[in-house]
Structure formats: structure tokens, C-alpha cells
Nanobody
Framework: QVQVVESGGGLVQAGGSLRLSCTAS????????MGWFRQAPGKEREGVSC??????????YYADSVKGRFTISRDNAKNTLYLQMNSLKPEDTAMYYC????????????????WGQGTQVTVSS
């Protein structure tokens, strides 16, 4: 059975940093396109970043709102996905989800079959 678990969220002041982690049991993260999504209260879930599967070259994708501030990476040996978030802004406040799927392009939630429960990130001004 597949289980995806996020960790690393918390409360941070604007300008601060957090690193989110995502581990999975029952699947190898390197064989999937792995994405980070977020959802703020009253808003739709949106794609934040994605890294393609290893044999697709592990290309990385970022939403315009986080380019230059967030970095996605994957440790294949540890079967763990990361999202390093720097220069955080209050508008980054949301529940962050890790997901495993078939296609990074377009950050389409329907392309991701396996989801974690999320980790809350709160950025105070």
C-alpha cells in the first residue's frame, strides 16, 4: 500500500526559510514525477514545484510565484523529496502537499495519483 508523508512545516517569520520533506512507502519516488502543491483557505490547490522522474532527466518546474526562492530536490538513496523554501512571504501560507504522478507539465492535479495529508506552513508578517 502506498503512503506519502510530508513533514517540515511550521510557523516562520517573513524572510525566513523552511525545508519540507516527503517520504513514501510502497513506491520509489525516482520513478514518478514528484510535485509539491499548496492550498490556502478559500483557494484552489495550486502547483508549486515539480521534478520529473529520473529517466526523464529529473527536470524541475516552478510556479512563477516561487521561482528564485524555492528549490525542489530528490534524494534517491533516501527515497525522499525536499522543498527548500527561502525568503518566505505571508502569501506562501498554505497547506503543502506532496504528490506522485505522471506529468509535471502544467501542474495538473489530475495527473498525480498519490497524495500526502499535507504539512502546514504559516508565514507571519
Amino acid at each position: 500500500q502506498v503512503q506519502v508523508v510530508e513533514s517540515g512545516g511550521g510557523l516562520v517569520q517573513a524572510g525566513g526559510s523552511l525545508r519540507l520533506s516527503c517520504t513514501a512507502s510502497g513506491l520509489s519516488l525516482r520513478t514518478y514525477d514528484m510535485g509539491w502543491f499548496r492550498q490556502a483557505p478559500g483557494k484552489e490547490r495550486e502547483g508549486v514545484s515539480c521534478i520529473s522522474r529520473i529517466w526523464s532527466g529529473s527536470g524541475t518546474y516552478y510556479a512563477d510565484s516561487v521561482k528564485g526562492r524555492f528549490t525542489i530536490s530528490r534524494d534517491n538513496a533516501k527515497n525522499t523529496l525536499y522543498l527548500q523554501m527561502n525568503s518566505l512571504k505571508p502569501e506562501d501560507t498554505a497547506m503543502y502537499y506532496c504528490a506522485a504522478g505522471s506529468m509535471c507539465s502544467g501542474f495538473k492535479t489530475g495527473a498525480f495519483a498519490y497524495w500526502g495529508q499535507g504539512t502546514q506552513v504559516t508565514v507571519s508578517s
